[in-house]
């Protein structure tokens, strides 16, 4: 467990979600194994309609640490009350808890950004990403400083052509050039290689965890390369949390608002509503509860792919 002096908030903002994700695998460092129960509270700001549960979070006293951690995934979503109960909150925090929040959009003129910065610079994690041209230059240095692969502009322009500006998938093909041994790529690699990246596409698991089709979904895990269990499992996490969004806007007779809640164009959650209506309130919660235990797995402290199929089973039974 990490032992450095944490501030009581911070945000990780930006769209970079590779980025947005070590943050909070890092934050995470600071529970000692085998204490989360006690002293790491997570929340999705799409579905955290009890403000009072936040509110418990955050005033708990630790266990053993010397902190607990709260994390409010999507704080961009939140509810008008629960920004602000945390408005409120980060004007005088509780000194034994650390509440992190993470978002991929939080306008700087909103009153909880302001209230979160009034904190100091040091508490902001820029998670952005260049536009433009600069971008490639993003890429290049995600290589160089990540995995130690000097890519030409070729290869640059060419997984930016098939993956855009999406940092996971980006992160995943850049770690499969580091696990075949590679120093320098230029296009010609990319392109011999982006074909065996695209099956399956993990998009394509989540759908099949959002149909509950048990059988496609444990095939589609069994076709993945090494070392792609973690884009699976972030890609799945993240359709867990959009569905319980989705079934939350039916059961208020607001689901023509998804888009607009989820804050992406409507071709993004096209099936999400009828996916939603796979699944109970309940099951969705508990499938994203059960997900820490594939996250520690995936981190080396079990057999992550036994951990992995129990929560494919879990979800699709």
């Given at each position: 467990m990490a032992t450095k002096q944490l501030e009581p908030v911070y945000l990780a903002v930006g769209e970079d979600s590779v980025k947005r994700r070590?943050?909070?695998?890092?934050?995470?460092g600071y529970v000692t194994e085998g204490f989360e129960a006690f002293n790491l509270s997570e929340?999705?700001?799409?579905?955290l309609s009890q403000p009072e549960a936040l509110r418990d979070a955050l005033e708990q006293i630790p266990f053993s640490d010397p902190q607990r951690i709260v994390i409010i995934h999507n704080a961009d979503k939140l509810s008008k009350d629960s920004a602000q109960l945390i408005i409120d909150y980060v004007a005088n925090p509780n000194p034994t808890t650390v509440l992190f929040l993470e978002a991929e959009k939080l306008a700087k003129n909103s009153r909880l950004r302001k209230a979160i910065e009034a904190r100091g610079k040091q508490v902001i994690i820029d998670c952005g990403v260049p536009k433009g041209y600069a971008f490639q230059s993003f890429v290049q240095e995600m290589a160089q400083k990540g995995h130690g692969i000097v890519l030409d502009r070729g290869a640059v322009s060419a997984l930016v052509e098939a993956?855009?500006?999406?940092?996971?998938?980006?992160e995943n093909a850049l770690s499969t050039f580091a696990k075949r041994g590679f120093t320098k790529v230029g296009s010609?690699?990319?392109?011999?290689?982006?074909p065996r990246l695209e099956s399956p596409k993990p998009w394509l698991f989540s759908d099949a965890?959002?149909?509950?089709?048990?059988?496609?979904a444990l095939t589609l895990f069994a076709k993945r390369k090494p070392?792609?269990?973690?884009?699976?499992?972030w890609y799945a996490l993240h359709r867990i949390r959009e569905l319980i969004c989705a079934k939350t806007l039916i059961e208020e007779k607001r689901a023509g608002e998804l888009a607009s809640v989820l804050g992406g164009p409507a071709w993004k959650y096209k099936n999400h509503l009828q996916e939603a209506?796979?699944?109970?309130?309940?099951?969705?919660?508990?499938?994203?509860?059960?997900?820490?235990?594939?996250?520690r797995a995936l981190k080396g402290s079990a057999d992550s792919e036994a951990a992995f199929i129990s929560w494919i089973t879990f979800i699709c039974k």
């Open positions: 070590a943050s909070t695998t890092r934050i995470k929340f999705s700001g799409e579905t993956y855009g500006q999406d940092t996971a998938l980006l010609r690699e990319v392109k011999e290689l982006i965890l959002g149909a509950r089709n048990y059988s496609r070392g792609e269990e973690n884009l699976l499992f209506k796979n699944f109970s309130l309940q099951k969705l919660v508990e499938s994203l509860r059960k997900a820490t235990e594939v996250e």
